[in-house]
């Protein structure tokens, strides 16, 4: 009954990973421009499948998409150091640190964050 019930389970996870990476792609196809797309695909190639080629791949596109986006670099950079590419790794944190005092997630709406002046006020 254990068997069964791990194989299932198994087998249930397996086909969500399928569809995700299956929604994410049909998403890109949808609007290749969407970097927030992107950068999901390419989580779940690291998190499902432990793909970095992949992950790298799709990361990069959000980035190009989104270069205004700190966390598409910080996640690039990430894979980076996970496949020993030290000096690619090095370059795309510099440059999420180098955004990030502007920049805001991709996963959020476009409304603006008030800016630092305006929260010191606030303190």
């Known amino acids: 009954m ?22 994410f792609d049909k998403a890109i196809e949808f609007k290749p421009d969407y970097a927030r797309a992107w950068l999901e695909l390419a989580i779940m190639h690291d998190i499902f499948r432990k793909e970095y080629g992949a992950a790298i791949a799709a990361a990069k596109e959000a980035t190009r998409l989104a270069p205004g986006e700190a966390e598409g670099w910080s996640i690039l950079g990430d894979w980076y150091i996970k496949t020993g590419f030290y000096a690619e ?17 991709v996963s959020r709406s476009p409304i603006s964050s008030p800016s630092p002046a305006a929260m010191e006020d606030r303190l």
């Open 2 to 23: 254990m068997a069964t019930y791990d194989r299932k389970f198994r087998l249930s996870k397996l086909e969500a990973q399928k569809r995700g990476i299956f929604a």
């Open 89 to 105: 790794a090095i370059d795309a944190l510099q440059q999420g640190e180098k955004v990030a005092p502007t920049a805001r997630s």
